[in-house]
Each structure stands twice: as C-alpha cells, then as structure tokens.
C-alpha cells in the first residue's frame, strides 16, 4: 500500500534558526498538504501543493511538490517559539476522493533547552 | 463562524461498553471523515463519507461503525470488538469529490477505555 515517510521524526530549535523537513513515497501523488498540529488540538492546514515543481509559501513557511511527485519539503525560516508542535505531511493520489489520502507520522518540533 | 465541533473533549468508558462519537460541521462540506491518532503515529482512516447515507471503510474499521443520516453530522460508534479502543479521534471535512478542497478538522476527542 502507499506509505509516506516523514523525517526527522523530532527536532529542536533555537528561536531564530531555519527548519527543515521532508517526506518522500516510492508512490506518486497528485497532491501534497502540509499540516500542524498544536497539543490536544486538531491539525490545521498550513500549505497545500497540486503542481509537480510547485513551490508555494505562506508567511516564513515555504513548500514544495517535487518534481517526481514523490516528494515534499516544508521550510520555516526564522522560526519563533510557536512554530513548536506537530507537522504532518499528507499525500494524496487518484485526485477526487478524499479518501485516497495518507498522512506521514508526523515532525515533532520542541524549544531548545 | 464556521467550523466542526467535536464532543466531548475527553471520554473515559470501561471496557466492554460501546461508546458514540460527537462530529458537527456548519461548513456545508459533503464528505466528513473519521481519523484516529496514536502517539507518534500519523493519522489512521476510520471511515468516511462523502455523501448522506453513504459510507466507506476506511483502513482500520474493524470495530468501528457510523452513520451519516445528516449532512451535518457524521457519529463514530466505538464498540466493544476494537481491541485497542484508547486513542485520540479526529473528525474532518471537505467538499466533496473535489482534489483541491483539502481536509478541515475537529478539535478532536480523546478516548479512555480502562
């Protein structure tokens, strides 16, 4: 079945710093969503991408659908303390149903110590 | 203001008992969704539907069922056959059939089964 693999799996950040991460798929996809999720709280879509090559920002996020189709990164530049959460990348195939949609396992993004 | 309301925030049920799901949508979305959430897990398909009275089974249903008798609405029944009923639910939705209508989500709904 399709899978998605999404890394790393956790990282800390200094306030400031960039941050970067991917998922990649042996699978093909029509669709890439990016996600985050606050504690206790539903997830809420930060950027969606529908064109291989794509590359499409909002506010200091930035995103990109590879050009194999078979991948995505989300970037966050000059990152501020409540960026911490849960970052969830989502892959979607066959366009129309929604049921065709997988979601990676997911960013965890904490403050430095 | 528009959005999906899922109730209660936290649930606790002794095992053996079937316990129900609270999801309400005022976005007039068609299709509405059923996830759950493990930790360190991403999201798992329960059951969705894109239409009224009609449902599919997503990848994990098994001891799981719904209903969707409104379009506003969309109950998850949690029954006694899940094996490991302890997890967070998440509810969503979005128009249907539509590949650029991405998924809007619940706050969700924290489930312990002791």
């Known amino acids: 079945g399709q899978q998605l693999n999404q890394s790393p799996q956790s990282m800390f950040i200094q306030e400031g710093e960039d941050v970067s991460m991917n998922c990649t798929s042996s699978s093909i996809f029509n669709t890439w969503l990016w996600y985050k999720q606050d504690p206790g709280e539903g997830p809420v879509l930060l950027i969606a991408?529908?064109?291989?090559?794509e590359l499409t920002s909002n506010g200091r996020l930035t995103a990109q659908f590879g050009i194999t189709r078979k991948d995505s990164f989300l970037n966050i530049s000059a990152s501020i303390p409540s960026d911490v959460g849960i970052y969830f990348c989502?892959?979607?195939?066959?366009?129309?149903?929604?049921?065709?949609?997988?979601f990676g396992k997911g960013t965890k993004l904490s403050v430095k110590p | 203001d528009g959005g999906i309301t899922q109730s209660p925030k936290y649930l606790f049920r002794k095992e053996g008992q079937n316990v129900t799901l609270s999801c309400e949508q005022n976005?007039?979305?068609?299709?509405m969704y059923w996830y759950r959430q493990d930790p360190g897990q991403g999201l798992r398909l329960i059951y969705y539907s894109q239409i009224v009275n009609d449902f599919q089974k997503g990848d994990i249903a098994e001891g799981y069922s719904v209903s969707r008798e409104k379009k506003e609405s969309f109950p998850l029944t949690v029954t006694s056959a899940q094996k490991n009923p302890t997890a967070f639910y998440l509810c969503?939705?979005?128009?249907?059939?539509?590949?650029?209508?991405?998924?809007?989500f619940g706050n969700g709904t924290r489930l312990t089964v002791t």
């Open positions: 991408l529908y064109k291989a090559g």
């Open positions: 976005l007039n979305h068609d299709a």
């Open positions: 989502a892959g979607q195939w066959d366009g129309g149903s929604q049921g065709n949609l997988i």
């Open positions: 969503a939705s979005s128009t249907r059939g539509s590949y650029n209508s991405p998924l809007h």
